[in-house]
């Protein structure tokens, strides 16, 4: 067969079955993203004869003799860009830069009709880090990018040209030769023991290279979630168990010469189950007698916390308006467009290689270090460039398999998450159930904040005490009241395991917290403005009443009063009304304090080389995901050292090039890594200095910065929505959304406002549409997109 790809013409046979999207990467067309192989994100659009289509639902064989144009063959000549991309470069409408190339596609085949109406034409395209505001600027032909330099500018992404031209090089577009397929078997029962497992079938099929069982699993356990001090998560995970905690743990692993041979392979695997008893919520967990997720430990609550200050008890009595009631916030998917993925090898020397979608490539090598009993040094782990996280790669969840699979078969293994394995065996949000009972004086004054969690940690404990810990610190800090009370608890069910995602807890209870103190001032006859107003902390106040060590967090700035009054002025003078009678209309509000940073140590190291032609090599291990890291430590340097963000290279995220670094999550990559660049960078500029005379010689320069986190900052957010409700369909439509954020001092104001959008558009999903289901048998029910 022939086709015509990007303006050339290939000779070459798709398989039968094959579908045009992977036929196309292997054709070496790596901007062609896979996102869901469901027809649902768009991360795979490409032309087929002009018309925009998602690859991986059409057969290969139906493009022969038809004019496919990827996004490698979008521009009209070799160095040139296409209008639409030149526009999604000018507007920084990506962040992670993995839906990029899909939605370009998109956007390009779109005619003005269909322009000026963008959530209709943009259906079948997903992105989940920018909440598509940026892409509608760049449909418009607005820019958000500056190019004076300098810190507080909206400087670009060093990697946008790359990233709008689909060659950014992600997670698995770099393919070792020889490489291996890795399929994984999951428990059907969400609790069970394996009695006896039979691979002798799928062993002798053709194409397998290895089945791996738990008899093969290193007898380590770990957790998978990943900290500085790996002791704050429980270590209760192996790399292949006997015990099945939850429907969708992993049974076996096939390893094979090809996806579908590996996928033929655990078809064949022949497994006795012992079906136990299983928990599915909290509340069955707790009950006495109730069934041991973890049978080696007491209960299944696997983390606490108590905290009080005053006597809450009696103020509640005291008050003039009491109000209490349980708030239940749901699962949900991180959703990042690019799933877990990762690629290992054995390297010249024989040291294991991981290129793995990972926020944490250090805090990853050590843990595989530790796994397999091997010195750090013979380790490496790379991030490319990583198609989102939010938290949810914070964690290890494929790396250990394929570690396994690359030391037990000594070749190139890669094992690609399916969007369906995203949804029901990966990590979520932690489902909670938040009682808050406050009480007032009747001119709106708190006199006690009682509030009780219970979060549902699901299978095995990764970030379930960090997630406690944090979800109860600042939410309860945010007012100042002299009577305090928090009681945490989280639950192990057999359900798949919750785990890190933006906000890190707070989303939850910042809901139930916010949705109280509406009811309370409903009851008070106070708008819910002028309520916080009276209650909020302000500088001098002590914010944590449930920290060990409180004065570990500072005011880097005090906005909140400002925050405030912007939104509600905005809401007030807001034109928007219902569009019709049918329709009520209403405003909603929301505060939450944030304090960035893990408290128990974050450590993140810089080092700066002035090159020979007057240009930088800065190099971090903080990763870069969509979070704007990259171009933010290039601005820092830059400022410091005179010269303009383009002329600082940045190499990241790679434990063999760069120095050690915890990883990028809550905040740190720029607060924590940032700091450890301005140092070096300082530094550097300093030696630059004393060298400065006719003889300088800059080539051997060299400077290396520290930062350990401390002390920590707290950031203030507020936002209002008016809101129109169908009276009959419940339909709700959002008429005005107003976010103002007290972020301290904003480095690059495009990359902070895209993040507030990007989390506003997640918040509206939380709210709205989102929701992990577990069925009555424990399975995820809801295991697609659509
Ligand atoms: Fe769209 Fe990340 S930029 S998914």
Known sequence: MSFLVDGTVHGAEPRPGQCLRTFLRELGRLG??????????????????????????????RAAGRTVTT?????????????????????????????????IMT??????????????????????????ASIADAVAGRSR???????????????????????????LDEVPPGLLHMKVLRSPHASAEIVAVDVAAAAALPGIVAVLTHA???PHLFSTGRHEHPADDPPDTRVLDRVLRFAGQRVAAVVAESEAAAEAGCRAIAVTYRVLPAVLTPEEATRPGAPLVHPDRAGNVVAELHGHIGDVAAALAGADVVHEATYRSQRVQHAHLETHAATGWLDADGRLVVRTATQVPFLTRDALARLFDLSPDRVRVVAGRVGGGFGGKQEMLTEDLVALAVLRTGRPVRWELTRREQFTATTSRHAMAVTVALGAARDGTLAAIRMRVVSDTGAYGNHAPGVLHHGTNEVIGLYRCPNKQVDGYAVHTNTMPAGAFRGYGLSQTIFAMESAMDELARKLGLSPFELRRRNVVRPGDDMVSTSSSPHDVVFGSYGLDQCLALVEERLAGAAEAAPSPDWLVGDGMASAMIDTIP???????????????GRYELRVGTAEFGNGATTTHAQIAAAVLGTSPDRVTVLQSDTDATAYDTGAYGSTGIVVAGTATLRAA????????ERAGPDRELPALEALGHADGSPRSVAFNVHGFRVAVHRRTGEIRILRSIHAADAGRVMNPAQCRGQVEGGVAQAIGAALYEDLRIGPDGRVETDAFR
């Open 32 to 61: 062609v993203k896979k996102g869901c192989d469901a027809g649902d994100c768009g991360a795979c659009t490409v032309h087929v004869d002009g018309e925009p289509v998602h690859s991986c639902l059409v057969p290969a064989f």
């Open 71 to 103: 996004i490698a063959g979008l521009a009209p000549a070799p160095g040139e860009l296409h209008p639409v991309q030149r526009a999604f470069l000018e507007a920084g409408a990506f962040q992670c830069g993995f839906c990029t190339p899909g939605m």
């Open 107 to 132: 956007v390009a085949a779109l005619d003005q009709a269909q322009r000026a109406d963008l959530p209709r034409a943009l259906k079948g395209s997903l992105c989940r880090c920018t909440g598509y």
């Open 145 to 171: 990018i500056e190019r004076e330099p300098g810190i507080g500018r909206s400087a670009p992404a060093p990697a946008g040209p790359d990233v709008v031209a689909g060659a950014a090089r992600f997670t």
């Open 216 to 218: 093969d699993s290193p």
């Open 599 to 613: 408290p128990r140590g974050h450590r993140a190291e810089s080092r700066i080389r002035a090159l020979p032609d």
């Open 682 to 689: 300082t530094e550097l500029a300093r030696m630059i200095a």
